[in-house]
C-alpha cells in the first residue's frame, strides 16, 4: 500500500526555555543539538487532539506515535544543522507575518489574548519572541527541503508505473458540486434606521456633555463582544475593519472622538484610544440597524421576483451583478466555485444541492447571511482516479512520493556523519 506520509508538525510548540532543559529528561541527543522529552510529548498530544485518536486502551499506538514523531523531531534537528551549515537565513518579514498568523489563530482558539497569556503563563510579547524562533527554524528547513528537492523530476514512465502500483491507495475523488447563488440581505427600512440613528445621536449628545465613553459604551452599545469592555476594540492594523469605520479610525487624533459613523452593522461612534505604528486601539458605540419583519417580508419578495426572471430566461451572472449582495460578487459575478458536497460549510447549501438536477434553480432559502437562490451548475459523482481524467493530480502525487523517498534516503545519508543517542 502507498505509505502515508504523516505530518506531525501542524502545530507549532512554544520554545521551552533553558531553565526547563535542566529540568526536563533528554528524550535524544542529535550532534550538539538536545531533543527534550517533553517536546515529544506536547507534539504527540497535539497529533492526538488535531486528529481526535483514542489512545487510552491502547498504549502500542501511543508508543508508536512517540517513535515516530521522536524521529521526526530528530529529522528537524539534523536539517537544522544542515540548513546552518548552508547559511540558510529565514526572511524577517516572513517570519513576522507567519507569526502574527499563528498568534491571531491562537487567540481566536482560546477566545482572547488574555486566556493565551493564562494557557501559556507568560506575557504575550514572551510567547510571541519564543514563537518566533520556531517559525525560523521551520523556515530554514523549508527552505533547504525546496533547494535540495526541487530539481527532482518525474518521467511519464515513472506516473504510469506509480499508478499501477499504488492505484488502490490513492485518494477516491469525493462527490462535487459547482454552484452559482444570488444573495440578497435582510435590510432595514426607513423606520428601522430612523430608530436607530435617533438612539445614537442622543448617545453623542451625552458625551457632547461630558459623560464617559466606556461607561456610555457599557450601557448603550449593541455590541457584546465589547459593550463588557467599554466598547475597547483592542490594536488592529488596515483591512481589519470595514471600509467606512477604517477611513475614519485612522484618520482620528489619539483621544478624538468621531462624528456618527454608519456601516453595514448599524451606527458607531469611535475614540481612538491609542496609535502604535501602524496599528491603532479604538473604542466603539455600536447601535444596530435592525431589520423588522415586514423588512424580511420585501426581502423575500424581491428575491423571489430575480427567481421568477432568471427561469424566464435571464443569465444568471447578470443578474448576479445587478441584485446579489454578496461582496465578491464584482469579480465571481456569483460563482462559488466547485466544492465537495460533504465540505460544504453551510448546511442549508448542503441540503439544497440535494434537492437540484444540474441546470436548476432552488427556491429562495434563509441563511444566517440572508436569502439564497442558488443554481447548481454541475454535478460529479464520487470516483476513483484514473490516468485519463486525471493525469496531473495523479503526476503530483507521483513526485511528492519520489520525492520524500528521495528525501529519507538523503536523510539516512547524513545520519552517519552526525552522532545521534536516543535516551527514551
Not at 46 to 74: A, F, G, H, M, P
Not at 199 to 210: D, N, S, T
Not at 304 to 322: H, N, W
Amino acid at each position: 500500500m502507498l505509505k502515508n506520509i504523516v505530518v506531525f508538525f501542524l502545530v507549532p510548540m512554544i520554545t521551552i526555555g533553558h531553565a526547563q532543559q535542566l529540568l526536563d529528561g533528554i528524550a535524544a541527543v542529535v550532534g550538539n543539538e538536545i531533543v527534550l522529552k517533553s517536546e515529544v510529548d506536547q507534539y504527540v498530544q497535539s497529533y492526538i487532539i488535531q486528529n481526535k485518536i483514542n489512545v487510552r486502551n491502547n498504549q502500542t499506538l501511543l508508543k508508536k506515535l512517540e517513535n515516530d514523531v521522536l524521529e521526526r523531531l530528530v529529522e528537524q534537528k539534523i536539517m537544522l544543522t544542515k540548513a546552518e551549515e548552508d547559511t540558510i537565513i529565514a526572511d524577517d518579514r516572513e517570519i513576522d507575518r507567519r507569526v502574527e498568523e499563528q498568534i491571531q489563530y491562537m487567540i481566536k482558539q482560546v477566545g482572547s489574548e488574555e486566556k493565551l497569556e493564562e494557557a501559556f503563563q507568560s506575557p504575550i510579547k514572551q510567547i510571541r519572541r519564543d514563537l518566533r524562533t520556531e517559525v525560523g527554524d521551520r523556515i530554514k528547513i523549508e527552505i533547504l527541503r525546496r533547494k535540495k528537492f526541487q530539481s527532482v523530476k518525474i518521467s511519464r514512465r515513472e506516473v504510469e508505473n506509480f499508478y499501477e502500483t499504488f492505484q488502490d491507495s490513492l485518494p477516491k475523488l469525493q462527490e462535487t458540486v459547482d454552484i452559482s447563488h444570488i444573495l440578497m440581505q435582510i435590510k432595514p427600512g426607513e423606520e428601522s434606521q430612523k430608530e436607530a440613528l435617533n438612539k445614537i445621536q442622543m448617545v453623542q449628545k451625552w458625551l457632547a456633555e461630558g459623560e464617559d465613553f466606556s461607561e456610555l459604551a457599557g450601557k448603550y452599545s449593541e455590541d457584546p463582544a465589547s459593550a463588557s469592555r467599554g466598547g475597547d476594540l483592542g490594536y488592529t492594523k488596515r483591512g481589519d475593519f470595514v471600509k467606512e469605520f477604517e477611513e475614519v479610525a485612522f484618520e482620528l487624533a489619539e483621544g478624538q472622538i468621531s462624528d456618527i459613523v454608519q456601516t453595514q452593522f448599524g451606527f458607531h461612534i469611535i475614540k481612538l484610544v491609542e496609535r502604535r505604528g501602524e496599528q491603532i486601539r479604538t473604542s466603539h458605540i455600536l447601535i444596530r440597524l435592525t431589520p423588522t419583519s415586514e423588512d424580511e417580508e420585501t426581502t423575500i419578495s424581491k428575491i423571489s421576483e430575480v427567481r421568477k426572471q432568471l427561469l424566464a430566461g435571464s443569465p444568471f451572472d447578470s443578474m448576479a451583478i445587478i441584485y446579489s449582495d454578496d461582496e465578491n460578487v464584482a469579480e465571481d459575478r456569483g460563482h462559488l466555485g466547485i466544492w465537495e458536497v460533504e465540505k460544504l460549510a453551510i448546511s442549508a447549501f448542503k441540503r439544497e444541492v440535494a434537492q437540484l438536477e444540474p441546470g436548476e434553480i432552488s427556491e429562495p432559502f434563509k441563511t444566517e447571511y440572508g436569502y439564497h437562490i442558488l443554481r447548481l451548475n454541475e454535478f460529479k459523482p464520487a470516483r476513483r482516479l484514473n490516468l485519463e481524467d486525471d493525469w496531473e493530480q495523479i503526476e503530483q502525487i507521483a513526485l511528492n512520493y519520489k520525492m520524500e523517498q528521495e528525501y529519507v534516503k538523503w536523510i539516512a545519508r547524513i545520519k552517519e556523519d552526525i552522532p545521534i543517542e536516543y535516551r527514551l
